[in-house]
Every structure is written in C-alpha cells, then in structure tokens.
C-alpha cells in the first residue's frame, strides 16, 4: 500500500509539473492512483479502434504517371512485395492483416495478400493479383474476399486523402492500407491500429521502390481519364502544409519548445503558468536497442513553463523533458503506465478505446485537456535514403462550435541528408495557409 501511495503521488506531480491541475479537483488523484496500480499488462493495442481519426498518409513528390492503370496496377504489387517483406519485422505491428469492425471493436485478421480493391469514380472492383506482378484479374461482383489494399485511380483532396483506404470496406471488414495520389504526391494511407510512424515510413518508402522496380514489366494499358473520385464516407479533412528542408533539419527538443510558446500564445491565456500540453511520441526500450525504432512508441506529455508571460529558458526546458522522454522510454513514465492502466481493465475493448480516443466522453474533456494536448511533434530518422517525406495524422483535439482552436500534428522525417517538415491540423492549422504560417513560426522560433 505504502509503494503504491508512492508511486501515485509521484505520478501526480508529474502532471502537475505540466499543467495547472486545479486546487481540488480530485479526478487526477483519481488517474495518478489508477496508473499507480500494479497493472499486468496485456498487449492489446488501445489508442485506435480503426475510426476514420486514426487515419494517415505518407507521401513523396511524384509527377503525374503517363498509364495511369499501369501505374495502379505496379504500386498494388509492389504493396503487396512490401507487406510480405516488411511483416514481422515490427513488433506487435502485423502486416499482412485486414481489419475487421464490431461492437467489441476493431481486430486484425491474417490476410493472403492477393485480392486488392480499385477505385474509379464511384465504383470500387475487386481484382486477384496474378503471381507473375505483371497484370490484375478482375474478380465477380459477388466475391466476397476481403481485399488487402484499395487502390484509388486519379487524384483526390488533399485535405481528406489520409482516408483512401476505406473505400475498399466492405460492410465492417476492410483494408488499413490504401494507395493514391493526392497534391502532386504519391500516397500511402493507413489506418494507425495497424502501424506506428516509422513502421508506415519504412513501408511508403518499399512501396515506392518496388513500384519503380516493377512498372516496367507491366504492360501498357488502355487510356484512361479517370472520373473524380467519389468522397470516403465519415472523412475529416484537415489542413495541411509542408517544406522540404536540406540535411538532417532541427532536433525535437528545439522544435517542441518553439511549439510550446506558440501555443501558449495562440492559447488565449496570457498568464498561464503553462503552456497547453504538447505529445512528444517516444519508443520503449534502451536508446543503443537498434531494435527500439521499429516498436510501438507511447507519447510524453511536455509543455513550457511561463512566469509573468516569458518562458522559461530552453535549457531548463530541455532538461525537464529529457528526463520525462527516459521515463517513457524505460516504461515507467505517465503514460506508459496510463496505457498499461487502460489495456488491464476489465472492461470491454471498444470501451477502452473510446474512453483514450477522440470520442471520449465529455467529462474527459479535462484530462484529455492535459493528456491529449493540443499539438504532437514527431521526429522521424529513417536509415535508408529517401525522398522528402510529407506526413498527414489527426491531431487528438479537432476544433468545434465550441472549442475552435482544435490541434495540430507536426512531423519531421529526414534521411540526414534531406527531408520535410509536415504541419496538419484542425481549428489553429485548419486550412492549407494556417498551417503554413505554423512552419513558419515553429521554425522562426527555434533555439539554436
């Protein structure tokens, strides 16, 4: 009893050492004590219950292909070579799955990796990959396979193209991954129940060099001018901008501090003590683990500290949040341990994730205020060389009638010697030009 008093006190200065918890509101005591039990952890993934805010996409500039329908056809190939080399090599992050809906929520289920989904227009047709990667066969209207990736033939609106996979759903089965183009971009999309950030790199970037392998060997197809693309049902659009940088681009420290005092500005509370909290997503394990990248990764809750109306220096800043990323890292911080509270709970498994997601129920709003944030800054290093890398994910707070600040997701992804920086959101970032005007200031306002 004495260790657990202990240790939820110490997880309760923790989030008072980030925000302003209120004089005696006794839910956070309530989530300190909780988080403080000595959870047995199961690993059921609960951030994500496979809902339309849990989409994603990755993209690199590309010009227009010359055989649209060969074009199609090469990337559902080299999707599928990709998936079956790259699964298994991400822990608790299977590949070569589709997904499946119900009211105990979302699971995956093994796929063969043979029937993908093309969309044209508004009508979606299943065709059987053939083994020799040079050709589809189109497959019955009644065939009831559940395909692995959707295709979508065309060009779609940037603003909701993190969503492409869905039109291959079939009533509550369907595809997490989806192939597109989008903004002058060729586009993977996910859905994040299935792959974190650099797993979902990792993969555009296979995805993207198996295409380039292939294509040649397919042959030319009909001429087509593909129809518009009919909308996904339940999108969510968002703003998004993003630059390409040269060489490895400003470190996640500087940048989460120049986040901080901007939303700290743009907050609409001058003399807060704190800024709104900040998601900083760090991977479990060791930091010399060559293992740790490729694992789930669990995010710390940071903010910048204000007296009077001026920040406090980077320096302490830095050091503070250091601390909390080893903790995180080492499984022992507040969110991990949150998590590990969530996955242990005898309760059902879409309730869990509806309680830690964007449809949490209202009298959450104040922990999620704090747990959630406004921002997530992700820093992505990925080993191979790449192309510029622009990344689209929902923030967790998206702008309402009565909450029109919403949130934002800034991403970094380079190879050390080039990149991008991607700046998405709703509400503060809700338009293309707001979240430019992000990067501008996220990157005026870093410490060097």
């Given at each position: 009893?004495?260790?657990?008093?202990r240790?939820?006190?110490?997880?309760h200065?923790?989030?008072?050492?980030?925000?302003?918890?209120?004089?005696?509101?006794?839910?956070?005591?309530v989530?300190?004590?909780?988080?403080?039990?000595?959870?047995?952890?199961r690993g059921?993934?609960?951030?994500?219950?496979?809902?339309?805010?849990a989409?994603?996409?990755?993209?690199?500039?590309?010009?227009?292909?010359?055989?649209?329908?060969?074009?199609?056809?090469?990337?559902a190939?080299?999707?599928?070579?990709?998936?079956?080399?790259?699964?298994?090599?991400?822990?608790?992050?299977?590949l070569?799955?589709?997904?499946?809906r119900?009211?105990?929520?979302?699971?995956?289920?093994?796929?063969?990796l043979?029937v993908?989904?093309?969309?044209?227009g508004?009508r979606v047709?299943?065709?059987?990959?053939?083994?020799?990667a040079?050709?589809?066969?189109?497959?019955?209207?009644?065939?009831?396979r559940?395909?692995?990736?959707?295709?979508?033939?065309?060009?779609?609106?940037?603003?909701?193209?993190?969503?492409?996979?869905?039109?291959?759903?079939q009533?509550?089965?369907?595809?997490?991954l989806?192939?597109?183009?989008?903004?002058?971009?060729?586009?993977i999309?996910t859905?994040?129940m299935?792959?974190?950030?650099?797993?979902?790199?990792?993969l555009?970037a296979?995805?993207?060099?198996?295409?380039r392998?292939l294509?040649?060997?397919?042959?030319?197809q009909?001429?087509?001018?593909?129809?518009?693309?009919?909308?996904?049902a339940?999108?969510?659009?968002?703003?998004?901008?993003?630059?390409?940088?040269?060489?490895?681009?400003?470190?996640?420290?500087?940048?989460?501090?120049?986040?901080?005092?901007l939303?700290?500005q743009?907050g609409?509370?001058?003399?807060?003590?704190?800024s709104?909290?900040l998601q900083?997503p760090?991977t479990?394990?060791?930091?010399?683990?060559?293992q740790?990248?490729?694992?789930?990764?669990?995010?710390?809750?940071?903010?910048v500290?204000?007296?009077?109306g001026?920040?406090?220096p980077?320096?302490?800043?830095?050091?503070?949040?250091?601390?909390?990323?080893?903790?995180?890292?080492?499984?022992d911080?507040?969110?991990?341990?949150?998590?590990a509270?969530?996955?242990?709970?005898p309760?059902?498994?879409?309730?869990k994730?509806?309680?830690?997601?964007?449809?949490?129920p209202?009298?959450l709003?104040?922990?999620?205020?704090?747990?959630?944030?406004r921002a997530?800054?992700?820093?992505i290093?990925v080993?191979?060389?790449?192309?510029?890398?622009?990344?689209?994910?929902?923030?967790?707070r998206?702008?309402?009638s009565t909450?029109?600040?919403?949130?934002c997701v800034?991403t970094?992804?380079d190879?050390g010697?080039r990149?991008?920086?991607?700046v998405c959101?709703?509400?503060?970032?809700?338009?293309?030009?707001?979240?430019?005007?992000?990067?501008?200031?996220?990157?005026d306002?870093?410490?060097?």
């Amino acid at each position: 009893m004495l260790r657990w008093a202990r240790r939820a006190a110490a997880l309760h200065d923790e989030l008072a050492a980030v925000a302003d918890l209120g004089a005696a509101d006794p839910r956070w005591w309530v989530v300190a004590g909780g988080a403080a039990l000595p959870w047995h952890e199961r690993g059921t993934y609960v951030a994500s219950d496979a809902e339309p805010s849990a989409d994603t996409f990755i993209g690199h500039r590309a010009d227009p292909p010359a055989d649209v329908m060969a074009h199609a056809i090469a990337r559902a190939h080299a999707a599928r070579f990709a998936l079956r080399e790259l699964d298994g090599k991400l822990p608790h992050q299977p590949l070569a799955v589709t997904l499946r809906r119900d009211r105990d929520g979302a699971v995956t289920e093994p796929s063969q990796l043979e029937v993908a989904a093309l969309a044209i227009g508004d009508r979606v047709s299943l065709v059987r990959l053939r083994d020799d990667a040079t050709d589809v066969v189109p497959l019955a209207d009644h065939d009831s396979r559940v395909p692995f990736v959707t295709i979508s033939i065309g060009d779609e609106p940037i603003e909701t193209a993190r969503h492409g996979h869905r039109r291959g759903w079939q009533s509550s089965h369907g595809p997490w991954l989806g192939i597109g183009r989008a903004g002058g971009l060729d586009i993977i999309s996910t859905c994040h129940m299935v792959v974190d950030g650099y797993g979902h790199t990792w993969l555009a970037a296979r995805i993207a060099e198996h295409t380039r392998r292939l294509l040649p060997s397919v042959a030319p197809q009909p001429a087509l001018d593909p129809p518009r693309l009919a909308p996904v049902a339940n999108a969510i659009p968002l703003g998004i901008a993003w630059r390409a940088i040269e060489g490895s681009g400003p470190r996640a420290l500087p940048m989460a501090y120049a986040l901080g005092k901007l939303l700290h500005q743009i907050g609409g509370r001058p003399h807060a003590r704190f800024s709104p909290t900040l998601q900083i997503p760090v991977t479990l394990g060791s930091p010399d683990d060559p293992q740790r990248r490729l694992r789930r990764n669990v995010p710390a809750i940071a903010s910048v500290r204000f007296e009077r109306g001026m920040p406090e220096p980077f320096e302490a800043f830095a050091e503070r949040t250091r601390a909390l990323l080893r903790r995180e890292g080492a499984g022992d911080g507040l969110t991990s341990r949150l998590l590990a509270a969530v996955r242990g709970m005898p309760a059902p498994l879409s309730w869990k994730r509806q309680a830690v997601g964007s449809r949490r129920p209202r009298w959450l709003d104040p922990i999620a205020d704090v747990i959630a944030g406004r921002a997530c800054l992700s820093r992505i290093r990925v080993e191979s060389p790449a192309p510029p890398s622009v990344a689209v994910s929902s923030p967790s707070r998206l702008a309402t009638s009565t909450d029109p600040l919403g949130g934002c997701v800034v991403t970094l992804i380079d190879d050390g010697t080039r990149g991008a920086i991607t700046v998405c959101g709703s509400g503060l970032a809700g338009t293309g030009p707001q979240a430019e005007a992000l990067i501008d200031q996220i990157l005026d306002g870093i410490v060097h």
